[in-house]
């Protein structure tokens, strides 16, 4: 399994191109232009989030992947982030690897531009919507990707996977946790703001 953190709908892309898997999404992407049927065909495992059982049959479906030798990649933010920081990670979709026994695999993702800062276009937060950020990323000159593998984490129990992936990942990116901004400036990042911490 995979443990990436979530910037971009770019994301998806990037980690197909280098280590294809079938990754967990939530079900509105479905329904969006292109993106949709694109990420649909590549296997992705949809989770209806208001269902009350929706956890519990995406990790099924996880665990007989993983028991199949597949790979699957999860974003476990549960949504994107600013790309400066990383957000909490929730080890839900963890579980499913632990039962399976397998390797669990931080993946960090940055992008940027030729000064080596956050491309803004490639931000996908607060209430820009896909065929915003569509756009804007293709009217941004240089955007460059990196993906970062890292080396397999272990522990007990889900929570302690997902920190130790949440550490390794901060780490390689060398960026800060989420949960140590102020409350003010966390408020504003979730409406889109992105006002610097």
Do not use: C
Not at 135 to 155: M, Q
């Amino acid at each position: 399994m995979m443990v990436a953190n979530h910037v971009s709908w770019l994301d998806i892309f990037l980690v197909q191109a280098s280590a294809p898997a079938s990754f967990v999404a939530k079900a509105e992407i479905r329904r969006w232009p292109l993106i949709g049927w694109l990420v649909a065909g590549a296997g992705t495992l949809f989770i209806e989030r208001h269902r009350r059982h929706a956890i519990h049959d995406v990790n099924q479906h996880i665990e007989r992947a993983l028991r199949e030798g597949r790979r699957v990649a999860v974003f476990p933010e549960g949504t994107t982030g600013a790309g400066d920081r990383l957000l909490p990670f929730h080890g839900n979709l963890i579980e499913a690897a632990l039962r399976a026994g397998a390797p669990i695999v931080p993946v960090g993702i940055r992008y940027v531009d030729e000064r080596g800062e956050m491309p803004e276009a490639v931000r996908f937060i607060g209430t820009t919507t896909f065929v915003i950020s569509f756009f804007r990323v293709l009217g941004e000159p240089t955007v460059i990707a990196e993906t970062h593998y890292l080396g397999p984490v272990s522990g007990a129990t889900r929570q302690a996977v997902a920190a130790h992936a949440r550490h390794a990942i901060a780490e390689r990116l060398r960026l800060p946790f989420d949960d140590e901004l102020p409350q003010v400036v966390r408020a504003l990042r979730a409406r889109g703001n992105p006002a610097r911490g």
